[in-house]
C-alpha cells in the first residue's frame, strides 16, 4: 500500500504540472493562457533515422539566425556600394518650363509660347575623407557579420552533432529496454507471481519484481521523450520539419 500510495502521489504531481506547462507553451505561442492545448499523443518506439547529411545542408540553408546574418550581410553590402558612389560626382538633368502670357504689341516673335529650359547640375564631392572613412566602416561591418556568420556556422554544426549523439544515444537505450529489459523484467514478474502462489517466494520479493518492471518501463518512457525533444531541438536548428530514413 505505501508503493501504491507513492506511484499515486507521484503520478498526481505530474498531471498537476500539466496546466503550468500548458500555460507556457500558449504564452510562447502568443495565445490566451487558458487555451486548451493537445497533447502529443504516446509514442511506443523511437522515430527512424536522422539523415544527418541532409540535415547539416539544411541547417546551413535555412538556419534562421544564419538567414539573419546573411541579410545583416547584404546590407553592409549595399551601405558599402553606397558610400563608394559618393567619391563621384552627383550629375542631375532635368527640364523645366516657363508660363507667359501674350506680348502686349503685336507683331513679337514667340508671342504666348511657354519658353522650355533644359538643366544641368554637377554636385562635386568635395568631403573625400569622409567618404572614405564611410566606406572604411562599410567595409569593416561587412567584414564583422560575415566572422559572424562563419561563428555560427560553427557553434551550430557543434550543437547538430551533440544532439546527433543524444539521438543515436536514446535509440539504443531504448532498443535495449524495448528488447531485453523490459521483456525479461515481464517474465521476472511472470515466475515471481507463479512462484508466490505456490509458496515459493513471499510477497516482498514480488513486490520488488514489479517494483523493478515499472522502473524498467519508466526509464523506457523518459526516454522516448528524450528522444523526441532531440528531434525538436534540431527542428529548431534546420527551422522546420527535417527528413528521417526509414529504419
Not at 500555460?23 to 490566451?32: E, K
Not at 487558458?34 to 547539416?56: H, K
Not at 509660347?113 to 561587412?142: C, E, H, T
Not at 544515444?169 to 517474465?187: D, F, S, V
Request: without cysteine.
Amino acid at each position: 500500500q505505501i508503493e501504491l500510495a507513492m506511484l499515486e502521489d507521484r503520478l498526481t504531481g505530474l498531471e498537476n504540472m500539466r496546466s503550468p506547462i500548458a500555460s507556457g507553451l500558449n504564452a510562447l505561442l502568443n495565445r490566451d493562457i487558458t487555451a486548451s492545448l493537445d497533447w502529443p499523443q504516446r509514442t511506443d518506439t523511437v522515430a527512424a533515422v536522422v539523415d544527418e547529411a541532409t540535415v547539416t545542408m539544411l541547417i546551413a540553408e535555412r538556419n534562421p539566425e544564419i538567414a539573419a546574418l546573411q541579410q545583416d550581410i547584404q546590407s553592409s553590402r549595399l551601405r558599402l556600394r553606397l558610400a563608394q558612389k559618393r567619391y563621384w560626382p552627383d550629375v542631375t538633368l532635368g527640364v523645366d518650363w516657363i508660363q507667359t502670357d501674350e506680348a502686349r504689341a503685336d507683331g513679337v516673335w514667340g508671342s504666348g509660347r511657354d519658353p522650355v529650359i533644359a538643366m544641368m547640375s554637377f554636385n562635386i564631392p568635395l568631403w573625400g575623407n569622409s567618404y572614405k572613412a564611410g566606406a572604411q566602416q562599410a567595409r569593416a561591418s561587412m567584414r564583422s557579420v560575415r566572422q559572424q556568420k562563419e561563428q555560427m556556422q560553427l557553434d551550430l554544426s557543434a550543437r547538430a552533432a551533440e544532439i546527433f549523439y543524444r539521438i543515436a544515444e536514446t535509440r539504443r537505450k531504448a532498443a535495449l529496454y524495448e528488447n531485453t529489459l523490459i521483456p525479461k523484467g515481464k517474465e521476472m514478474v511472470n515466475v515471481s507471481e507463479s512462484s508466490y502462489r505456490t509458496g515459493g517466494v513471499d510477497f516482498l520479493n514480488l513486490i520488488d519484481a514489479q517494483r523493478k518492471l515499472l522502473t524498467f518501463e519508466v526509464a523506457y518512457q523518459r526516454i522516448l521523450t528524450d528522444h523526441l525533444q532531440a528531434l525538436a531541438e534540431l527542428e529548431t536548428l534546420t527551422g522546420g520539419a527535417i527528413p528521417l530514413k526509414a529504419n
